[in-house]
């Protein structure tokens, strides 16, 4: 494993439904300090998010922007980082590539890094999310913080977590054995 794909809602920050005011932002306890233990043992990260709240006319994409400038800004002060933002802005309906569990989120983050998309772990609070993670031939690893307690007895994730930090616990210790 060398990079780290997140899902936003229910894993990075709480699950708001279809978020759409960036003051709407709150960063789950202990998201900063497990981004910063990603970087410490060398994993790039970056967030793979769907928003069909854009495809369905909730919101625009510069609302979404506006929410992924407030969360670098949030997690920054604690001196974490994520390298990019990956979104898929369609409704299931479309049926596009990018969708989750469909890879083209990853595919495009994994030529921007120049990294194998099979190194990836993809961490997420969805069934999509572990579907994902599999589809690219990667990990994945589901946190049961927002619907993750819904999908937790139904998929067949490389680890349950109970939160991001959990998860991150448990990557340091694959990289070790």
Known sequence: MRWVALDRDGT?????????DAEGVEVLDGAAEALLRLR???LRVVVATNQSGVGRGYFDV???????ARIVEKLGAAGAVIEGFYVCP????????CRKPKTGLLEQAA????????ECVVVGDKAADVELGRNAGGRSILVTTGYGAEDAGSVEADFVAGSLREAVEWMASSIDS
Not at 62 to 68: C, L, M, Q, R, S
Not at 90 to 97: I, L, R, V
């Open 12 to 20: 990075l920050i709480a699950e708001r439904g279809y978020l759409s």
């Open 62 to 68: 510069g609302a979404v922007e506006a929410i992924h």
């Open 40 to 42: 410490e043992l060398g």
């Open 111 to 118: 030529r921007e890094l120049g990294l194998p998309m099979e």
């Open 90 to 97: 369609h409704a299931p309906e479309e049926e596009c590539e």
